[in-house]
């Protein structure tokens, strides 16, 4: 089990917890209401006084929503490296040197191979709550802001 897998495996395992606790529970005896409700900030969990692996963590994230806006799937991660459409391409997908180092990682293709092997924000949401998951739910504002949702990531610079 490589370090660069951890994250995105923490990512999915949240949303899964929270999941598996409302299906168990909520769904039977509740009907979820199409509004919404609230619109708070919601955060990985992490143990205090890491705040390296909160780092990850967040860039993990802030990684899968950059390769999504800039139309970076799983598919076509090996040719967006090969090519970079922009210089935050570039330092996103390891071609440009720096920000794995100041993130503590022993590599700076680690966006690359999260995008690689889990995709970007879009495939992550499809496969684990979308239409191929058995839950089948609409991202409505989990969305990036240019589809009406509420994320939007940090740049890199």
């Known amino acids: 089990m490589s370090t660069l897998d951890a994250p995105a495996r923490i990512l999915r395992g949240a ?16 009907d979820a209401l199409p509004d919404v409700m609230a619109a708070e900030p919601v955060a990985m969990v992490m143990r205090q006084g890491d705040d ?18 800039n139309g970076i799937t799983s598919k076509n991660v090996d040719e967006a490296k090969a ?29 690359y191979n999260v995008i690689k092997k ?17 839950y089948k739910l609409d991202r409505g504002v989990n969305s990036l802001f240019t ?3 509420v994320f939007y990531p940090l740049v890199l610079d």
């Not at 598996?20 to 039977?28: D, Q, R, S």
Request: with cysteine; hydrophobic share 45%; charged share 15%.
């Open 15 to 30: 949303l899964m917890a929270v999941l598996t606790l409302f299906c168990a529970g909520l769904a039977v005896a509740q």
């Open 52 to 69: 390296n692996w909160v780092d990850i963590g967040n860039w993990v994230l802030n990684a899968l929503w950059l390769a999504e806006m």
């Open 83 to 111: 090519n970079p459409s922009s210089p935050e391409v570039a330092k996103l997908l390891g071609v440009t040197p720096g920000i794995g180092k100041q993130l503590g990682l022993d590599s700076d293709d680690w966006a």
């Open 118 to 134: 889990y995709g970007n924000a879009a495939e992550f949401w499809q496969r684990n709550l979308g239409d191929d998951s058995p």
């Open 147 to 149: 589809e009406g949702g």
